[in-house]
């Protein structure tokens, strides 16, 4: 007996091939499509524009608005908040930082000088944490009395440091103004030979706050 599949057999089952090889293919098709479908709709754009937004500000405070990067250094000429501190005050407090290096001490500054609409953003800020634009006041000036607007104070850190600005500052003219704020600090010449001046318990105590 003849062992060979029929002629007829063999058609069949070479027609039965090619059908299975054009569907195999014509779902790899449909899957190539799908994903570039899928991919079109779910990636961004190359250029969406984000640089140019945060570049314009949009509203939004940035690094020329005073924001400083994390443990900013008192020599840090190309931060806003470094740079447009009063010139008196830079120099005292890079000196002060300085000795304090002598003594195992990194002296940072967390914020510096800011522009109003940064300040203004943290009085909101703080009226929302706080509950009330009276308790807010006890933390945050508003624009036109802060001395952060007016280049004219700096919060150190970290507190280590602050304390030795505590301790050593008013060598420099460095003197804390706020009795809550272990870490504002303010330039008072006087002080190198007089001592820092009495603390007022917070802002609201302080006369410059009633303009």
């Known amino acids: 007996m003849n062992s060979n599949p029929s002629r007829p057999a063999r058609r069949r089952r070479t027609l039965l091939g090619v059908v299975i090889a ?8 449909v899957g190539i499509v799908a994903y ?9 754009p190359a250029d969406t524009g984000a640089a140019a937004v945060d570049e314009t500000r949009d509203g939004a405070v940035t690094k020329v608005d005073g924001i400083l990067p994390d443990a900013a250094s008192p020599f840090d000429d190309d931060s806003p908040g470094i740079a447009r501190l009063t010139p008196a005050l830079l120099e005292a407090l890079r000196r002060a930082a300085t000795d304090a290096a002598e003594h195992g ?9 800011r522009s109003a609409e940064y300040q203004e953003q943290l009085l909101h800020e703080a009226v929302t944490q706080y509950g ?25 850190g970290p507190y280590a440091a602050a304390d030795w600005m505590i301790a050593h500052g008013a060598g420099y003219g460095l003197c804390r103004t706020y009795d809550n704020e272990a870490w504002h600090f303010e330039l008072r010449p006087d002080a190198v030979r007089d001592g820092c001046p009495p603390l007022y318990r917070d802002p609201t105590e302080d006369p410059r706050m009633q303009r």
């Open 36 to 44: 570039r479908s899928a991919a079109a709709t779910t990636l961004p």
């Open 22 to 29: 054009l569907a195999m293919l014509l779902a790899a098709v």
């Open 105 to 113: 001490v990194d002296v940072r500054v967390n914020s510096g000088w």
């Open 132 to 156: 009330s634009e009276a308790e807010a006041a006890r933390w945050v000036a508003t624009p036109a009395t802060s001395a952060h607007v007016a280049g004219e104070a700096v919060d150190i």
